[in-house]
């Protein structure tokens, strides 16, 4: 079932022109990781369809419904966006920050404790219930984000660099447990680990500088295609891309 489908679009920052004639369909049961240089336009283009910012040009559907007419309502049970970077002002308890998310999503009121019980559970916050979200490290509070997108239970779901204050093993549980979300709803997440998204996703969307190239892992996470989008050279050794800086021939 497709759940997004963008046509032509055209977005830009200021007098910046980031994407244009971009089309891009995703269905329920795909995992899409989209990449690219800093600045070039990833965070905006998830703001673009969460529906937080607009589209010079094209249009957004999703579940076959125009973005702009949707209620607001329909809006949360349909798409959620977990961004970057988490502010807290207030202090709050890591249940309470989890279990807000209930109002967006379709979780009954019978069933929050439980949700939010399961939800930091797969997100390995389950000890921190009654910790202070003030007190966590970024690492923790990236994940009680996504504990709440997790709650929220959007049939679309956007992260934007999900896994950026992560170690080493919460970056590969996090990348496993949106690979198996997918199965059930359609995952979009911006990620800057080229080898992460082919371990991970079905499908890529590489932005670079004026284009942009889409479809299958293995046909988009290649050496040419980064090599136009990074500005440096790539080889591939078994299933890893390597970057590496080219050098002119007897330069030291």
């Known amino acids: 079932m497709t759940l997004l489908q963008a046509r032509a679009l055209e977005i830009a920052v200021g007098d910046r022109l980031l994407t244009q004639n ?11 990781c989209v990449l690219g240089k800093n600045g070039v336009g990833k965070t905006t283009l998830l703001q673009v369809i969460a529906g937080l910012r607009s589209s010079l040009k094209g249009q957004i559907e999703l579940c076959s419904d125009s973005l702009q007419s949707t ?13 970057q970077q988490q502010v807290d002002v207030f202090p709050h308890t890591v249940f309470d920050n989890v279990a807000i998310a209930h109002v967006a999503g379709c979780v009954s ?11 930091l559970e797969k997100v390995g916050m389950a000890g921190s219930v009654d910790r202070n ?3 966590l490290s970024g690492g923790e509070r990236q994940r ?9 239970a959007p049939e679309l779901m956007l992260l934007d660099e999900p896994v950026s204050h992560q170690d080493v093993a919460q970056q590969l549980q996090v990348m496993q447990l949106l690979r198996e979300l ?14 992460l998204a082919r371990r991970f996703a079905t499908h890529a969307l590489v932005l ?4 942009h190239w889409l479809g299958l892992v293995g046909d988009t996470l290649v050496p040419e295609i980064l090599r ?8 591939q050794q078994a299933d890893w891309m390597v970057p590496f800086q080219a050098h002119a021939t007897g330069a030291r």
């Open 22 to 32: 971009l089309d891009l369909q995703v269905d329920r049961g795909e995992f899409w």
């Open 71 to 83: 209620p607001l309502a329909f809006l949360a049970q349909r798409r959620g966006l977990m961004m």
């Open 109 to 119: 009121s019978i069933s929050v404790d439980a949700s939010v019980t399961a939800a």
């Open 133 to 135: 979200v003030l007190t």
């Open 144 to 152: 009680v984000a996504l504990a709440a997108l997790l709650v929220q």
């Open 182 to 195: 997918s199965t059930n709803h359609a995952v979009i997440s911006s990620c800057h680990d080229i080898n």
């Open 208 to 211: 670079g500088e004026g284009q």
């Open 228 to 235: 136009q989008a990074f500005g440096c050279e790539f080889v």
